[in-house]
């Protein structure tokens, strides 16, 4: 069973960076695609960035030039890093996972929180 467990989270200032982790188990990392995405209060859940298996990569729009997503295969875990955080990047953050660049992710962790005050 697939196990992701995400860390990093905390409370920042705007302007601010943070790193989040996700570790994975359960699976063999290198051969999937990892995703973070993430919930506003209020809001429905948005994908936020995604890496493939052989470290291609995107963003989502809002973000792009500030978060940038990486692997360790080595490490079994997946990063966002994220700089220049603003009050809207507020959110609980989550990584999943899919067999497959652009399917459908089908094991997610438990996710963490990221507060940025302005």
């Known amino acids: 069973q697939v196990q992701l467990v995400e860390s990093g989270g905390g409370l920042v200032q705007a302007g601010g960076s943070l790193r989040l982790s996700c570790a994975a188990s359960?699976?063999?990392?290198?051969?999937?695609?990892m995703g973070w995405f993430r919930q506003a209060p209020g809001k429905e859940r948005e994908f936020v960035a995604a890496?493939?298996?052989?470290?291609?990569?995107t963003v989502v729009d809002s973000v792009k030039g500030r978060f940038t997503i990486s692997r360790d295969n080595a490490k079994n875990t997946v990063y966002l890093q994220m700089n220049n955080l603003k009050p809207e990047d507020t959110a609980v953050y989550y990584c999943?996972?899919?067999?497959?660049?652009?399917?459908?992710?089908?094991?997610w962790g438990q996710g963490t929180q990221v507060t940025v005050s302005s």
């Open positions: 999943a996972t899919t067999p497959k660049w652009g399917g459908r992710y089908d094991s």
């Open positions: 359960g699976h063999t990392f290198s051969r999937y695609s």
């Open positions: 890496i493939s298996w052989s470290s291609i990569s």
